[in-house]
């Protein structure tokens, strides 16, 4: 029995007990709103109070080496993740956030596959849950290729685009709670072939909005296909205010991120991450992983 189904034994297990008229047929969903009911039916509470997690994400048994984590806050990922975070955090709530649109919905994506654009994602997300005072919801619009569920080694039912096919009626119930306190998650949910034109969709434009104004401490990370030959990305680069971009060092060339960053909306803050970077003996990391991050200009300038 997996980690998930063991949680979901508990929470069924709660739940008949404190609902005696409850038919013993029914199941337990792994949707926000099947968490919130049994939450209020078994302790009535402030709207404020924190939720049940209806997702478990064990990164110790994933591969606790892998993701930045609380105990291991320390790490050379930890610390370049920490690194790359503030720069994102400046930009999404600093002085450049009056003039930049959308500020923080920070899209990350590559020239091309197989860069670690979704361990990037991922990471980035879980180092800025751990901050004090910002929460963070990483959304899979990978619709293609999704690969965020998987990497963290999570199960669930609907996401985004059940949501945007209108098969589930709230965003809430495509928004899972996770056991890491400042973190939610919305997977891509099943492959459409109209995906372009759901992504393109007034809904879609809709979601992003209310996620970029809803809260006032929330970063957006959003997981996103290669720039370079999908549509669904393109669409992704007027949504976001923020673009991380992804390189492999010693595999992607410069004809590809500049084709790459050609198709990024130009008034996006633009940053860079320098995956599997050889470092010098006396820095201290090996071979792991840099980053850079910074405005990118057109060419000429």
């Not at 020239?111 to 910002?134: D, H, M």
């Not at 997977?187 to 995906?195: D, E, F, N, V, W």
Request: glycine content about 6%; hydrophobic content about 35%; proline content about 4%.
């Amino acid at each position: 029995m997996s980690t998930i189904e063991r949680a979901l034994s508990r929470q069924k297990a709660q739940q008949q007990a404190s609902a005696e008229n409850k038919p013993q047929g029914e199941e337990i969903k792994d949707s926000v709103p099947a968490v919130e009911a049994s939450a209020d039916k078994q302790q009535p509470v402030a709207a404020s109070a924190p939720r049940d997690s209806n997702l478990y994400l064990d990164l110790d048994l994933t591969d606790a080496t892998r993701f930045v984590t609380s105990e291991n806050s320390r790490s050379n990922l930890s610390e370049e993740f920490r690194a790359i975070k503030r720069k994102v955090l400046d930009t999404a709530f600093g002085p450049l956030s009056k003039t930049l649109k959308n500020a923080n919905i920070v899209m990350v994506s590559s020239a091309n596959p197989g860069e670690g654009k979704t361990f990037s994602a991922v990471n980035l997300a879980l180092s800025i849950a751990l901050e004090q005072n910002k929460t963070v919801l990483l959304v899979d619009a990978d619709v293609l290729k999704p690969n965020v569920m998987r990497t963290l080694g999570a199960e669930y039912e609907n996401g985004l685009m059940e949501y945007l096919l209108e098969e589930v009626s709230d965003l809430s119930e495509v928004i899972y709670h996770t056991n890491i306190d400042k973190l939610r998650i919305i997977p891509a949910g099943k492959k459409h072939h109209l995906s372009t034109e759901l992504l393109a969709s007034e809904k879609m434009l809709q979601t992003v909005t209310e996620f970029a104004n809803r809260y006032s401490d929330r970063v957006v990370i959003i997981d996103c296909p290669p720039l370079l030959g999908i549509n669904e990305t393109l669409i992704m680069t007027n949504l976001a205010g923020q673009a991380v971009i992804v390189v492999e060092e010693g595999k992607t060339k410069l004809t590809e991120i500049q084709a790459a960053v050609q198709n990024l909306n130009p008034d996006m803050a633009k940053g860079f991450i320098v995956n599997k970077s050889q470092r010098s003996a006396g820095s201290g990391y090996g071979y792991g992983y840099g980053y850079g991050y910074g405005h990118y200009y057109a060419s000429g300038q």
